[in-house]
């Protein structure tokens, strides 16, 4: 069982950073794939970025690469996600996820590979 805890939302401009940070529970962590998803009102809940469990490898939604940064500390039991360049369409509600199963090529960035999820934290973005 993993337990995971977003922080670091907020309300901010148009062009101004933030960084979400994601502390999970339990001696396990190292071995989940660790994933960031989003979503906005109305809408559905969509992926951002994940990383492998050794952190050496990392994908990103077209929507947000160049801007944002997914990393890992293992030895912290902690995700990040380094937003740069916000924009209005970036404010959502952004949650971590935990995979324990093997890194899928093809899945990764669906919300059904992901076995654990944190409780949520709102971004939002004034233009």
């Known amino acids: 069982q993993v337990q995971l805890v977003e922080s670091g939302g907020g309300l901010v401009q148009a062009g101004d950073s933030l960084r979400l940070s994601c502390a999970a529970s339990?001696?396990?962590?190292?071995?989940?794939?660790m994933g960031w998803f989003r979503q906005a009102p109305g809408k559905e809940r969509e992926f951002v970025a994940v990383?492998?469990?050794?952190?050496?490898?990392?994908y990103y939604a077209n929507s947000v690469k160049g801007r944002f940064t997914i990393s890992r500390d293992n030895a912290k039991n902690t995700v990040y996600l380094q937003m740069n360049a916000l924009k209005a369409e970036d404010t959502a509600v952004y949650y971590c996820?935990?995979?324990?199963?093997?890194?899928?090529?093809?899945?990764?960035?669906?919300?059904?590979?992901?076995?654990?999820w944190g409780q949520g934290t709102q971004v939002t973005v004034s233009s």
């Open positions: 996820a935990a995979d324990q199963s093997g890194f899928s090529y093809v899945a990764y960035a669906r919300a059904g590979t992901y076995d654990y």
């Open positions: 339990g001696r396990t962590f190292s071995s989940h794939h």
């Open positions: 990383i492998r469990s050794s952190g050496g490898v990392t």
